[in-house]
Structures are given as structure tokens and as C-alpha cells.
């Protein structure tokens, strides 16, 4: 069965950084691209980017570009999401997904949480 | 970027109904998609790709179809599983984009 484990929720301070993990259970990530989504609380899902572990080639969306960093290991089959400059906007779930077209298999998400 | 406008926001319909939500994009998608499911306190989950492509399990009361910039999922026979909100999502062009979603009450 294919899992993607994510790294579990984080509370955070403003100006903090975080960054998440995401690792294949049954799958690896290298035979794919890794697409990044954000879900505000209550809210609907943003397409953040994606990245192919197997280049390293990365495309963000304009609306994160320059605030979150993609990146992978293929060593240890999993990839990162690091965010910087937390603000309180910045709370939302985060998932991995899998696939740089359509998403097939979805990490559990991981709960953000910025306060002071 | 590619806007996906989602209708309706939300649907009220009853167990055995036929429930259509529509998708419309800015511009031609050429068929590049797709549409997920999300349960309460879940991940969502791909329904269909490709327009009209069930993904692998998803129950046959499911359907898409659609072409150019307009697109519709279809739930034939509604059941009460299918308590969910559903996502439409362009992949023809980045930033691949979602609609606003469709909660769907029963």
C-alpha cells in the first residue's frame, strides 16, 4: 500500500522557520514529482509547487515563490518543505502529494500552527 | 494563472439524487482535469483525471466529462458517503490551479 508519511504538527512562533518532511511508505519518491498543497483552515486548496527528486528541478507558484523552499534526499527517499519568516497567515495544513500532473496519493498533512 | 470557478459552492441533495458540479476555467485546459474528494478531518483524494479517467476503486457512480474550458463531475445515484466537499483542479498550465470546492450536504 502506498503512504506518504508526513512529519507531524508544529506550533511555531512569528519570524520562526519549520520545515517538513514527507516520506514514502511502499512508494519512493524518486519515480515522481513531489507537488506541495496548502490548506488554510476552513479554507479551499492552494497548489503551492512541485518538485521532481529525480532533477531537482522545482516549480513554485508565484503566490509562495521566494517564502517556501522545496527540497528532497533521494538518499532516504524524502522530501522537504521548509518555510520561512512564519507569520500567523502562515497556519494552515500542509500536504505532500504525489505526481507533478494530477496528485494520486496525499500525505495525512501536516497542522502549521503560528502564534505568538 | 489559470482561474477555476467552482459552481455551486455548496449543494444540498438527498440520498439516490443525481448531483452534477460544474468547473469552468479562464481559458482552454485541453482536458487537464482533475477532480478530488474530501472527507471531514481528511486528505482529499483523486477521483478522476483527465477529464473523464476514474482513478483506480473509485466507485462507478462517479463520471466526468467536459472539454475546452467547461467541465462537470457527476455522482449518478448520491450516497451518504459521498458527504464530502469536491475539488476541480487545471494541470495544463502552472501554477496548476483548484476551483474554490463544492460542499456537498446530504
Known amino acids: 500500500e502506498v503512504q506518504l508519511v508526513q512529519s507531524g504538527a508544529e506550533v511555531k512562533k512569528p519570524g520562526e522557520s519549520l520545515k517538513i518532511s514527507c516520506k514514502g511508505s511502499?512508494?519512493?519518491?524518486?519515480?515522481?514529482?513531489v507537488t506541495w498543497v496548502r490548506q488554510m483552515p476552513g479554507k479551499g486548496l492552494e497548489w503551492m509547487g512541485r518538485i521532481d527528486p529525480r532533477s531537482s528541478f522545482i516549480n513554485y507558484s508565484p503566490s509562495f515563490q521566494g517564502h517556501v523552499t522545496f527540497s528532497s534526499d533521494k538518499s532516504i527517499t524524502t522530501a522537504y518543505l521548509l518555510l520561512t519568516n512564519l507569520k500567523a497567515s502562515d497556519t494552515a495544513f500542509y500536504y505532500c502529494?504525489?505526481?507533478?500532473?494530477?496528485?494520486?496519493?496525499w500525505g495525512q498533512g501536516t497542522l502549521v500552527t503560528v502564534s505568538s | 494563472d489559470i482561474q477555476m470557478t467552482q459552481s455551486p459552492p455548496s449543494l444540498s441533495a438527498a440520498v439516490g439524487d443525481r448531483v452534477t458540479i460544474t468547473c469552468r476555467a479562464r481559458q482552454d485546459i485541453r482536458n487537464s482535469l482533475a477532480w478530488y474528494q474530501q472527507k471531514p478531518g481528511d486528505a482529499p483524494k483523486l477521483l478522476v483525471y483527465?477529464?473523464?479517467m476514474l482513478e483506480s476503486g473509485v466507485p462507478s457512480r462517479f463520471s466526468g466529462r467536459g472539454s475546452g474550458t467547461d467541465y462537470t463531475l457527476t455522482i449518478s445515484s448520491l450516497q451518504p458517503e459521498d458527504l464530502a466537499t469536491y475539488y476541480c483542479q487545471q494541470y495544463h498550465s502552472t501554477p496548476y490551479t483548484f476551483g474554490q470546492g463544492t460542499k456537498l450536504e446530504i
Open positions: 502529494t504525489t505526481g507533478g500532473s494530477q496528485s494520486r496519493f
Open positions: 483527465g477529464t473523464s
Open positions: 511502499g512508494y519512493s519518491i524518486t519515480t515522481d514529482w
